[in-house]
């Protein structure tokens, strides 16, 4: 994960601080990798499944079946297709109404997924992913005047968590915000949603250059001088 440095404020022994969290530096995404690949092996030998294995078992199952998997590829294929006539499509209305029904063929699509995506979030990747994700935390929070680690190790923010300490929730929800940020922006990128937001944008230039020309229309004639 490659996170600009961002600043917040949050609260330690007491008093309001000013941190900031750095980027992910090759240093840092070092150490958080070490922490990733040592909680992955301590999961595997708890019994945690990887990823692999817990789509096998789903099939054994009959949790995410072979018609399963058939009905998202139609489904993405249906995407594709009205893409297509998205991208050459001649009028508002037309744009419009692919736009829709390629968004409802991407709800039908998550809609789909969410079981079997609930279930690898209990694989060893997904679990040492959280891992990976506090450790960046813990060693990418630093005081913003001194740049001095508010966290001495990744043990020390466990420590620290385990206390509920503000500021490591409110760390968490930097981490948590950004992540939506990104999420967010992957869904302005969606061809229907930037389909959607062109129209708009292009409706309301209209709407506005209308106004403005009724408004000059409006205006009273100057008296010609004889």
Not at 32 to 61: N, S, W
Not at 64 to 83: F, P, R, Y
Not at 139 to 157: I, L, N, Q, S, W
Request: glycine share 4%; charged share 35%.
């Amino acid at each position: 994960m490659t996170v600009k440095g961002i600043e917040f404020k949050s609260v330690i022994d007491g008093q309001e601080v000013k941190l900031r969290l750095k980027e992910e530096t090759m240093d840092i995404e070092r150490k958080c990798d070490a922490e990733y690949h040592l909680a992955y092996t301590q999961l595997m030998v708890k019994g945690i499944m990887p990823r692999a294995t817990l789509e096998k078992y789903m099939v054994e199952r009959d949790i995410w079946t072979s018609d399963d998997e058939k009905k998202l590829k139609d489904l993405q294929s249906e995407i594709v297709k009205l893409q297509i006539k998205l991208e050459v499509s001649k009028t508002h209305d037309a744009g419009l109404t692919i736009a829709k029904a390629m968004g409802d063929l991407r709800g039908q699509c998550l809609r789909l997924v969410e079981v079997k995506a609930q279930v690898l979030s209990n694989s060893c990747e997904s679990l040492a992913d959280q891992i990976r994700r506090d450790s960046y935390i813990a060693f990418a929070t630093v005081y913003h005047d001194t740049g001095k680690p508010v966290f001495k190790d990744y043990g020390d923010f466990l420590r620290r968590a385990g206390d509920s300490e503000q500021v490591v929730l409110d760390a968490r929800n930097i981490v948590l915000e950004l992540a939506t940020e990104t999420f967010n922006t992957s869904l302005v990128g969606l061809p229907e949603v930037h389909y959607v937001r062109g129209v708009e944008k292009q409706l309301l230039e209209d709407a506005t250059k209308a106004a403005a020309e009724a408004k000059e229309t409006k205006k009273p004639k100057k008296a010609k001088k004889e």
